[in-house]
């Protein structure tokens, strides 16, 4: 008889303890506003980096354009692999005024070993600096590389984790924001 009494104890606490763990959180009111987040439709947080050039470039000066924002270190050769590809995309789109904006941030390497680096392989997109890794933080970035695909109106529609593997995978997320 004790040990039925345990038993029962222990299962109507573990019920218990299940429905506390399925309620679901309350929605905030729809207003009509995307939610700032970093997960697919959030609103991307804002940020300003300055780029190759000293210019800082923050993410709310592109509203009106999608963008693609990669985050990457020259020691990532993933990060190398799939650098083609944004490349195709910059070059695509560089004179276009309403066109894809592509953007590389390099997180914590030296502005002077970037520089190098884009000497010795040609590449000519933009690459922005987060010195302090905090915008790679923002953005969960602990593992490069990673790419956000953010359409015109500041929304995230893709996400792309680990490295672009063709042609056809990059164009399919970019289809997303254009």
């Known amino acids: 008889m004790k040990r039925k009494l345990i038993t029962l104890s222990f299962l109507l606490i573990g019920s218990l303890c299940l429905s506390a763990c399925n309620q679901a959180a309350p929605l905030p ?24 050039t000293g ?9 009106g354009s999608g963008v693609v924002l990669n985050f990457w270190m020259i020691s990532c050769g993933y990060c190398q692999d799939e650098m083609p590809f944004f490349e195709a995309a910059y070059n695509e789109n560089k004179s276009l005024p309403s066109g894809i904006k ?8 030296s502005q002077s070993l970037i520089e190098r680096f884009m000497a ?25 590389p990673i790419t ?24 399919n997320q970019l289809k997303k924001i254009t």
């Not at 009111?29 to 947080?45: C, H, Q, V």
Request: hydrophobic share 40%; no cysteine.
């Open 55 to 63: 210019q800082d470039i923050s993410l709310s000066g592109l509203k």
């Open 102 to 109: 592509v953007f590389m941030v390099n997180i914590r390497e």
């Open 148 to 171: 956000y695909f953010i359409n015109a109106e500041g929304i995230i529609k893709a996400i792309k984790f680990g490295g672009v593997s063709s042609q056809a995978d990059f164009d």
């Open 120 to 144: 010795n392989t040609g590449f000519t997109f933009p690459v922005l600096l987060d010195t302090t890794g905090d915008i790679g933080q923002l953005y969960n970035a602990n593992y490069i």
């Open 29 to 52: 009111p729809d207003d009509g506003e995307a939610l700032t987040g970093i997960r697919i439709n959030n609103l991307a947080p804002d940020f300003s980096l300055k780029d190759l």
